[in-house]
């Protein structure tokens, strides 16, 4: 028997609850972060502030028109979102902005530039639960055959998109589209034995980028990495002596952290934070403000925000009985754990730094919208599922 609901009655106040609460994160960060930037610029204090409410504002509302279109017609949108994005990001390649070397802007008419490899991410989401639903629609037997098969098909979808962004170079949403690829792997039910073979080829392909390093760093750095990249791996290294390099960033950002101790020094007090001594210290380096300004107490409380906000994800996924919506909210989960992962780790010095925005934290238009479509996307498989009294549809 189904028990009736409303889509208000139904709707997942708790994930709006989080998000609120990371919003409010947001302006307090960004207001204290970009003290230095409307000083030397000379703009009103607020300038970065009301520009993220209108973001917001505008993210909530293609939030909330995510929501109501039935998130089952996506797939009869699936391929055209997908060519469609891939076309972005063609447009980007050949006639995109270049902006301090790198190639992902696009500028429109009348319209404000924009980095169309942002809402490929939600294009790359749709277009792969879309496959792994046509692919486990028919169940076939366990085979390894069958695995290559569908990981076979997974990249073909994948890749192309990830090769054009990584082209830009755009290594951090590059690896973004890696963590949904290998999300939507994992939710199509490969065997162990696929996965420990894509684990020996990824380790694999790692030692033998060291060894090209070692051994023909000629070659290596000419043709295989960028020299950005490749000084934001030594900075990541060694901090300590990369300071007048790459490694500023993360160095004075360890810094201001390690400065906030356990209560912080307070709003605005932040030595680091106030100093300018981080560049896009509102945007990519937003956690060393409230690291610093919050300290551990403030940066443990947006942790766990976090983790509820994707504990609600985890939840509407396995409670959906619709596997296209599980494998919607699967993506979105791989979309979001990989950024919030990427962005803290780099500031704090476990991972390189990427350039990745803090999800609904860091200032920022595109990335900023395209995280409230993905929640919105959520919502919609949450309002639709239907649930039963005494057991599922058969």
């Not at 307090?28 to 300038?47: F, K, N």
């Not at 006639?95 to 500028?107: L, P």
């Not at 993360?250 to 709003?267: C, F, K, P, R, S």
């Amino acid at each position: 028997m189904q028990e009736r609901k409303s889509a208000f009655q139904q709707l997942d106040y708790s994930l709006l609850f989080f998000l609120f609460v990371l919003m409010c994160f947001s302006l307090v960060a960004i207001y204290s972060a970009s003290t230095s930037t409307v000083e030397q610029y000379g703009m009103a204090p607020t300038h970065y502030v009301r520009l993220q409410i209108i973001w917001f504002g505008i993210g909530v509302i293609l939030m909330l028109g995510a929501m109501l279109v039935d998130y089952d017609l996506f797939k009869n949108f699936s391929i055209p979102l997908y060519i469609l994005g891939v076309g972005l990001l063609l447009v980007v390649h050949f006639f995109g902005d270049e902006i301090n070397g790198a190639q992902r802007w696009i500028t429109a008419p009348g319209l404000p530039r924009f980095q169309p490899s942002e809402f490929v991410k939600i294009f790359v989401i749709i277009a792969l639960a879309h496959l792994i639903y046509t692919i486990t629609k028919k169940p076939k037997e366990k085979s390894f055959k069958n695995d290559l098969l569908v990981v076979g098909k997974i990249l073909a979808v994948g890749l192309p998109p990830f090769a054009l962004i990584l082209v830009q170079p755009d290594l951090g949403t590059a690896l973004v589209i890696a963590a949904i690829i290998f999300i939507m792997i994992l939710m199509a039910g490969v065997t162990f034995r696929m996965l420990g073979l894509m684990a020996a080829l990824g380790t694999g392909f790692i030692g033998s980028m060291v060894w090209m390093h070692n051994n023909h760093f000629a070659f290596f750095s000419t043709y295989l990495i960028e020299p950005h990249q490749l000084s934001r791996i030594y900075s990541w290294l060694d901090p300590g002596a990369n300071i007048g390099a790459a490694g500023y960033q993360l160095y004075h950002a360890m810094q201001g952290i390690g400065a906030g101790q356990l209560y912080g020094t307070g709003l605005f007090e932040g030595v680091k934070a106030q100093s300018g001594a981080i560049p896009e210290l509102h945007t990519d380096f937003i956690f060393a403000v409230i690291g610093e300004e919050f300290g551990f107490v403030g940066a443990t409380v947006l942790i766990v925000v976090y983790f509820l906000l994707l504990y609600r994800l985890v939840i509407i996924a396995f409670t959906c009985n619709n596997t296209f919506g599980t494998y919607l909210v699967a993506g979105t989960l791989g979309l979001l754990v990989f950024q919030i992962f990427q962005n803290i780790g780099m500031t704090v010095g476990l991972v390189p730094i990427t350039g990745l925005a803090l999800p609904f934290v860091s200032y920022g238009g595109s990335a900023l919208i395209t995280n409230m479509l993905a929640i919105g996307i959520v919502l919609n498989v949450n309002v639709r599922t239907k649930h039963y009294m005494f057991g599922e549809e058969e």
